[in-house]
């Protein structure tokens, strides 16, 4: 696709159960961001792809969390054991590469209960 | 941590008139970046300025930044109604660990009364 793509757009989760999050990000583009946005705040650094590198993982807030990426393609964001906390907008960025402007999905709606 | 802030958390303006956002951060940088967002959803670029810049235009939008101070603002002018919306600012790491991580403000809430 033309953008970055975000799947899924909302989802409900009961506490305690894991989650998967997904991010295609523009092809070609060698960095990837994952951000936390709790309503009206600003974006929470989470984790950073950049090519082959070791990603930057230094945002994460607790080992419940965790992100994988495949070569310069897709990245999962998975939560484990959901706690409330944990309801946010999840965005993902991605960029041809660091030092370039990033384009955004359109996020994940995620909503623990 | 590396962040920016920004300055007003909120501003309310009328129609045609200028908005000045401001932006502080704390360490070297590379670039500057600012975006807007709707909605609480996806941000949108608007303009990068590079850290050996100090000013850039793009349509109304004009960003300065001041690198002795730290510091870049993000002028609109002749805002309109559709302007409302988020702005935020993010630096782009220079160095350490995680060169080229974008690093994001809290914010300023824009609203353009018609």
């Known amino acids: 696709g033309a953008g970055v793509s975000q799947s899924p757009s909302n989802k409900v989760t009961e506490k305690g159960k894991d989650v998967e999050l997904r991010c295609d990000p523009i092809?070609?583009?060698?960095?990837l961001y994952w951000y936390r946005q709790r309503l009206g705040q600003g974006l929470e650094f989470l984790i950073y792809f950049q090519g082959n590198s070791a990603p930057d993982k230094s945002g994460l807030p607790s080992d419940r969390f965790s992100a994988e990426r495949t070569g310069e393609s897709v990245s999962t964001l998975t939560i484990q054991r959901t706690q409330q906390e944990d309801s946010a907008v999840y965005l993902c960025?991605?960029?041809?590469?660091?030092?370039?402007?990033?384009?955004f999905g359109q996020g994940t709606r995620l909503t623990v209960v | 941590s590396q962040q920016g802030e920004e300055d007003p958390q909120a501003l309310s303006i009328q129609e045609g008139e200028n908005a000045t956002m401001n932006c502080s951060y704390k360490t070297s940088i590379n670039n500057l970046q600012w975006y807007r967002q709707n909605s609480g959803r996806g941000l949108v670029h608007l303009i990068l300025?590079?850290?050996?810049?100090r000013e850039k235009h793009s349509g109304r939008l004009r960003v300065t930044l001041d690198t002795s101070k730290k510091s870049s603002s993000l002028l609109i002018t002749a805002s309109r109604a559709a302007d409302t919306a988020s702005y935020f600012c993010a630096t782009d790491d220079a160095g350490g660990t995680s060169y080229g991580k974008l690093t994001f403000g809290q914010g300023t809430i824009l609203t353009v009364h018609p």
């Open positions: 960025a991605s960029s041809r590469t660091h030092r370039r402007s990033a384009f």
């Open positions: 300025i590079r850290s050996n810049e």
């Open positions: 092809s070609g583009h060698t960095a």
